[in-house]
C-alpha cells in the first residue's frame, strides 16, 4: 500500500534526524512549510532549547510577492537572528521536506546573508 503525504514525509524526517543534531555551538536550522506560512528556528538539541526563532507571520518580515520571496525574507532574518546570538555555523534540517523551491530559497538566502551549512 502507498504512503500517504505526511507518512512519507515522516520517514525522511526520522532518517535526517537519525544524523542531524545541533548543538549550542552548531545548532540545528529546522525549517517548516505550511501551505501558507514559513518557519526556520535554530535548535540546541543538547539542551531542547530554541535559540531563535523566525517566521513569514512575523511583523518585521515585509516581503511580498511569491511565497518563494518571502521565504527569502526569513532566510535573510535567521541569518540575522543567528548573527545577534552568535552562531556561525549550523546544521541544516529540511524536516522532510524535498530541498527545492521554497526550502531551497531559505537555505540559499541565509547563507548569502553569512550562515555556513
Not at 529546522?30 to 526563532?53: C, M
Amino acid at each position: 500500500m502507498a504512503l500517504s503525504k505526511l507518512e512519507r514525509r515522516q520517514r525522511i524526517k526520522h532518517r535526517i534526524r537519525k544524523i542531524v543534531t545541533g548543538t549550542s555551538v552548531k545548532p540545528r536550522l529546522s525549517v517548516f512549510r505550511s501551505n501558507k506560512e514559513i518557519y526556520a528556528q535554530l535548535v540546541d538539541d543538547t539542551t531542547g532549547k530554541t535559540l531563535a526563532a523566525v517566521s513569514s507571520r512575523d511583523k518585521q518580515i515585509e516581503a511580498t510577492g511569491s511565497k518563494t520571496e518571502v521565504a527569502k525574507a526569513v532566510g535573510k532574518a535567521i541569518a540575522e537572528q543567528a548573527t545577534k546570538v552568535g552562531v556561525e555555523t549550523v546544521a541544516f534540517d529540511r524536516n522532510g521536506f524535498l530541498y527545492h523551491g521554497r526550502v531551497k530559497a531559505l537555505a540559499d538566502a541565509a547563507r548569502e546573508a553569512g550562515l555556513k551549512f
